[in-house]
């Protein structure tokens, strides 16, 4: 039999579905806790603050990240392939109707500062993405490692954009963003 979710799952999940759809900074407190039917004071006993379950949360988006990153190119074999994967299931995923963006540029167009807590989580995490980008480009025999992983992180990241500004539309100019990775590589790695 599966346990019941503790008043603090409870908390975080309200937290995570509303600071995804709704934004952080639109996303108060006692909307959390109106939402969860959780108490202000059981939310303050596991995160002291409003920014600290936003640190909560983009470290949770993050190990979540990574697990799809790994679910995507599981079945690929060369850094080439991986790269094609991952980008054909972020075409997937940035033009259905579950996607409101990347959490970690929401944070860091919300939370602008470089010394915020949350921003600084985002870099982390973009800073891994360009590295893994970097040895996936090198293992596909790039000329230039370092210059595809760029454009790779600036397809995605764009994707994540174009997801929420234009939602699941046919006008989300991320419908193609598989094919704009594929001609990168191709221009990096030929054919």
Same mark, same amino acid.
């Given at each position: 039999?599966?346990?019941? !979710? =503790?008043?603090?799952? $409870? &908390? @975080?999940?309200?937290?995570?579905?509303? @600071?995804?759809?709704?934004?952080? $900074?639109?996303?108060?407190? *006692?909307?959390?806790?109106? /939402?969860?039917? !959780?108490?202000?004071?059981?939310?303050?006993?596991?995160?002291?603050?409003?920014? *600290?379950?936003?640190?909560?949360?983009?470290?949770?988006?993050?190990?979540?990240?990574?697990?799809?990153?790994? #679910?995507?190119?599981?079945?690929?074999?060369?850094?080439? *392939?991986?790269?094609?994967?991952?980008?054909?299931?972020?075409?997937?995923?940035? =033009?259905?109707? *579950?996607?409101?963006?990347?959490?970690?540029?929401?944070?860091?167009?919300?939370?602008?500062?470089?010394?915020?807590?949350?921003?600084?989580?985002?870099?982390?995490?973009?800073?891994?993405?360009?590295?893994? @980008? !970097? #040895?996936?480009?090198?293992?596909?025999?790039?000329? /230039?490692?370092?210059? &595809?992983?760029?454009?790779?992180? &600036?397809?995605?990241?764009?994707?994540?954009?174009?997801? $929420?500004?234009?939602?699941?539309?046919?006008?989300?100019?991320?419908?193609?963003?598989?094919?704009?990775?594929?001609?990168?590589?191709?221009?990096?790695?030929?054919?």
């Amino acid at each position: 039999m599966k346990n019941a !979710i =503790t008043p603090k799952e $409870r &908390l @975080f999940q309200t937290a995570e579905r509303l @600071f995804y759809q709704q934004g952080y $900074r639109s996303t108060g407190v *006692d909307s959390i806790v109106s /939402e969860s039917g !959780i108490g202000k004071m059981t939310l303050y006993r596991h995160y002291p603050s409003k920014d *600290d379950l936003i640190v909560a949360y983009l470290r949770e988006s993050g190990e979540k990240f990574w697990h799809y990153f790994e #679910q995507s190119t599981k079945e690929a074999s060369t850094g080439r *392939d991986k790269l094609l994967s991952f980008f054909e299931a972020l075409q997937n995923y940035v =033009t259905g109707p *579950d996607c409101y963006g990347c959490p970690f540029i929401n944070v860091a167009t919300e939370f602008p500062g470089l010394d915020y807590a949350g921003h600084q989580v985002a870099l982390e995490h973009k800073q891994s993405v360009h590295a893994r @980008f !970097i #040895q996936l480009a090198e293992q596909a025999g790039a000329r /230039e490692p370092e210059a &595809l992983a760029n454009g790779m992180l &600036l397809l995605m990241d764009g994707a994540y954009i174009a997801a $929420r500004m234009y939602g699941p539309t046919s006008q989300n100019p991320a419908s193609n963003v598989a094919e704009a990775a594929r001609q990168l590589i191709e221009a990096q790695c030929g054919t």
